[in-house]
């Protein structure tokens, strides 16, 4: 059974740092693209970043509004993926998924897996 | 960036009717079209990739198509368990982006 658990969440003040985590198992990992997705407060989804796995050279794309503030990282050996979040703004305030690219034999198909997320609130 | 373009924004529905959604690209985006389901609570699920293939477990009452840049998502006959917020994801090119949301309530 696919399981990802999102951690790191909570209340930070503007311009803090907050760094999430994702723990996952049942698939393989380390040949997964895997990618952080946020839900606001007014349900709208919004990709963050996306890396992929060694055989790509762990490549990294990111969202260009978080490009800068917000780094993407892994560890194949914990199965994890990461989300360091800095500079935090108000607009940052959401619930935050790890999930992986489905690849098919075509190419990227969905995010066929998602965690139950992390809220994060940013707030004075 | 692809702009997704959804609508309705909202749905009311009753049961066993047929529901249509639809996601506008703003580009050729190919087949490379996602749709997810959230009901209240819970975390998005995958429906339906590739615009037309059902993921795992899906019920055959659901189905999706595309004419040119404009997708939709069909639901045959709309059962209970249906309500909730459908969203429709290029998965053309990143920056990955999704339609704003379609929330379906029963009539």
């Known amino acids: 059974e696919v399981q990802l658990v999102e951690t790191g969440g909570g209340l930070v003040q503007p311009g803090n740092s907050l760094k999430l985590s994702c723990a996952t198992s049942g698939f393989t990992f380390s040949t997964a693209w895997m990618n952080w997705i946020r839900q606001t407060p007014g349900k709208r989804l919004e990709w963050l970043a996306q890396?992929?796995?060694?055989?790509?050279?762990?490549?990294?794309s990111y969202l260009e509004s978080v490009k800068g503030r917000f780094t993407i990282s892994r560890d194949d050996s914990k199965s994890s993926v990461y989300l360091q979040m800095n500079n935090l703004k108000e607009e940052d305030t959401a619930i935050y998924y790890c999930?992986?690219?489905?690849?098919?034999?075509?190419?990227?198909?969905?995010?066929?897996?998602w965690g139950p997320g992390t809220m994060v609130t940013v707030s004075s | 960036d692809i702009q997704m373009t959804q609508s309705p924004a909202s749905l009311s529905a009753s049961l066993e009717e047929i529901v249509t959604i639809t996601c506008q690209a703003s580009?050729?985006?190919?087949?490379?079209l996602a749709w997810y389901q959230q009901k209240p609570g819970k975390s998005p699920q995958l429906l339906i990739y590739?615009?037309?293939s059902l993921a795992d477990g899906v019920p055959s009452r659901f189905s999706g198509s595309r004419s040119g840049t404009q997708y939709s998502l069909k639901i045959s006959r709309l059962q209970v368990e249906d309500i909730g917020i459908y969203y429709c994801?290029?998965?053309?090119?990143?920056?990955?982006?999704f339609g704003g949301g379609t929330k379906l309530e029963l009539k």
């Open positions: 590739g615009t037309t």
């Open positions: 999930t992986p690219l489905q690849l098919t034999t075509e190419g990227p198909g969905g995010f066929d897996f």
């Open positions: 580009q050729n985006i190919g087949n490379w």
């Open positions: 994801q290029q998965a053309s090119s990143t920056p990955w982006t």
């Open positions: 890396i992929e796995d060694k055989s790509n050279n762990y490549f990294i």
